[in-house]
Structure formats: structure tokens, C-alpha cells
């Protein structure tokens, strides 16, 4: 998986937006892992383009520096671990754990707010489902990315829930982790990612809603399941 073909069929794609912590990543892996189809997450590709500018020394403030660096995100791959998880690639270099964190996705929510690099980067998510069913997961995958999505999924959870999850994710003992600061942190890249002026996070209308504050990864996986068999 990972590598992108050059035909130019119109594979079946199941997009899945939604706001930080809201279960994206969890739900599309484990979909596309019982499918067996390609899983793309767009948040690694923006996360990735914030690692990059900072190791490059490029300002998340310089639009067209940040743009100039997009060409080096074409040596984008996901593979599978074998433990199930989702690694990044950048060439043969794994980004997995330095594009982690809520620091990275506040790099991430700084440089996808340019309306150029966002341009920049949609040939490139486009070209994940060329030659195979894909998953595709992000902020405006069924609105910009993929607007012909057949299937457009939005979770949501609870701002608590969301925190919860980032914190659990964080793998840090409760103790040592500001449950207010992560909350806090949560609700200002929604702010950021629903207020911006090119594609904010926005439910596509055809889009269907999901609560996800009560049910598990399975669970939400199970009704994407049957919305499909529809
Ligand atoms: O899903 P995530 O937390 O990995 O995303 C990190 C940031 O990337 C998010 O705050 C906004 C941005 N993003 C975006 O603008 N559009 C997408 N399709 C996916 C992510």
C-alpha cells in the first residue's frame, strides 16, 4: 500500500471529516483495514508540510516558502505496521512520531490556513484514489478533496470526549497531563479550522452526521459499514 498508480479510473471513496479528536484516524484505519482498501489521512499530509517547513527552517507564517516546499510532499506514503497502525512516510524517512502530538497539529491547522498551499496539495490527495478503492479522512475531504465521494461520513464527540481521547492518546499518565490545557487546545484549532476563509471544517449537506461520544472506534466503523451496504 502506499504506492500510487498512474491509471485514472474513478475508484469508490469513503470520506470522513471532522473536527480534532472526533475518532477520523481510528474509524478510517480500521475501516480500510476490513475493506482493504487505501487509507489516506490528509492531516498527516498538512502535518507533515509544517515538520518539513520547520527542519527546513521555513516560516509557517510564508505562504509562498511554504507552497515552494509542497513538490517535496509528492514522496508521501502510508504504510501499514504491523501492529495495525497507519506509518508516515516522507521518501523512505518515518515521520510517524515527529508529525504526532498536538504540537504538530498546531503546525499542521498554522499551514493549511494559506489558500495556495492548500491548492498546492489537492492533486496530490486526489491521486491516492487513481487505482483503488480509497478512505480518505480530514477536514474537507467530502466538501473540497473529494466532493463525489459516494460515501461522506461526520463524526463528532463532545469538546470532554475529544480531550479524553487526545490524552489517552498522549499515552502520558493522567497525573502529569492538564486535562483544561488539551481542552483548551482542542477548541482553539476548531476555532482555527472552522473560521478560516478556504475550505473550513464544515459538514458536506450530503454528509451523514455521527455522535461519537458514546460508541467505539468498532461501533462508528460498524454503522459506516452499513450506511455503505445502503
Ligand atoms: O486531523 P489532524 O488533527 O491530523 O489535522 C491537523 C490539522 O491539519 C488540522 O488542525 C487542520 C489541518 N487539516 C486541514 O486543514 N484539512 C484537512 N483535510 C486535514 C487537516
Known amino acids: 500500500m502506499g504506492e500510487r498508480g ?6 469508490p471513496v469513503v470520506a470522513i471529516d471532522g473536527p480534532a479528536g472526533s475518532g477520523k484516524s481510528t474509524v478510517a484505519r480500521l475501516l480500510a483495514k476490513a475493506l482493504g ?12 508540510l509544517g515538520w518539513l517547513a520547520r527542519q527546513e527552517g521555513v516560516s509557517l ?8 516546499l509542497c513538490p517535496r510532499l ?17 521518501g523512505d524517512r518515518d515521520v510517524t512520531w515527529a508529525i504526532r502530538g498536538e504540537e504538530a497539529g498546531r503546525w499542521a491547522s498554522e499551514v493549511s490556513r494559506y ?3 492548500r491548492a498546492a496539495l489537492l492533486d496530490l490527495q486526489r491521486s491516492f484514489a487513481k487505482d483503488a478503492p480509497l478512505v480518505v479522512e480530514g477536514r474537507d475531504t467530502g466538501t473540497v478533496v473529494f466532493p463525489e465521494a459516494r460515501w461522506k461520513v461526520f463524526l463528532t464527540a463532545s469538546l470532554e470526549e475529544r480531550a479524553k481521547r ?5 499515552g502520558m499518565p493522567p497525573e502529569d497531563v492538564n486535562l483544561e490545557e488539551i481542552r ?3 477548541r482553539e484549532r476548531d476555532n482555527q479550522d472552522s473560521n ?5 471544517l464544515r459538514m458536506a449537506p450530503d454528509a451523514i452526521e455521527v455522535d461519537t461520544t458514546e460508541l467505539t472506534p468498532q461501533e462508528v466503523v460498524e454503522r459506516i459499514k452499513k450506511l455503505m451496504e445502503g
Open 6 to 11: 498512474k491509471k485514472s479510473g474513478k475508484a
Open 37 to 48: 482498501w487505501v487509507c489516506l489521512d490528509t492531516g498527516a499530509v498538512y502535518r507533515t
Open 61 to 68: 507564517q510564508d505562504e509562498e516558502a511554504l507552497v515552494a
Open 74 to 90: 509528492q514522496a508521501i506514503s502510508f504504510r501499514w505496521s504491523d501492529a495495525g497502525g497507519l506509518l508516515v512516510y516522507l
Open 115 to 117: 489558500p495556495k498551499v
Open 166 to 170: 487526545r490524552m489517552m492518546e498522549m
Open 184 to 186: 483548551e487546545a482542542i
Open 196 to 200: 478560516r476563509a478556504v475550505a473550513p
